[in-house]
C-alpha cells in the first residue's frame, strides 16, 4: 500500500500563495501518473491537476489553469502544487495521488486516500 503524506497548507488572504507538497513512499514513484485533488466542505472530491510519470504532460481543471503549477521531483518521490493568486473558493482538504495515467487520475476511481492537506482562502 501506498503511503501518501501531504503538506504546505495553511491560511493565505486572497491573492496569496502556497505551495503543497506530496510524499510517496515505494520505490515505483516514477512509474505513475500523480495528481492533485480538492474537496470543499459540502462538495465532492474533484480532481484538480495531474501529471505524467515524466512530467512532460500536465492537465489542469479550468478553475485554476493560468494559476496552479504541479510539478514532480523523481528522485525525491514528491509531487508539488504551486498555487497562485488563490481565491477563497480555493479553500478545501487538498490531497494527491496516483494512478496509471493522467485519465484514470480524473476519474477519481482510487480507494486510498491520505490525509490531505488543509488550504484555507480569507476574502
Known amino acids: 500500500q501506498v503511503q501518501l503524506l501531504e503538506s504546505g497548507g495553511g491560511l493565505v488572504q486572497a491573492g496569496g500563495s502556497l505551495r503543497l507538497s506530496c510524499a510517496a513512499s515505494g520505490r515505483t514513484f516514477s512509474s505513475y501518473a500523480m495528481g492533485w485533488f480538492r474537496q470543499a466542505p459540502g462538495k465532492e472530491r474533484e480532481f484538480v491537476a495531474g501529471i505524467s510519470w515524466s512530467g512532460s504532460i500536465t492537465y489542469y481543471v479550468d478553475s485554476v489553469k493560468g494559476r496552479f503549477t504541479i510539478s514532480r521531483d523523481n528522485a525525491k518521490n514528491t509531487v508539488y502544487l504551486q498555487m497562485n493568486s488563490l481565491k477563497p473558493e480555493d479553500t478545501a482538504v487538498y490531497y494527491c495521488?496516483?494512478?496509471?495515467?493522467?485519465?484514470?487520475?480524473?476519474?477519481?476511481?482510487?480507494?486510498?486516500w491520505g490525509q490531505g492537506t488543509q488550504v484555507t482562502v480569507s476574502s
Open positions: 495521488n496516483r494512478e496509471s495515467s493522467i485519465a484514470a487520475l480524473r476519474t477519481l476511481s482510487i480507494d486510498y
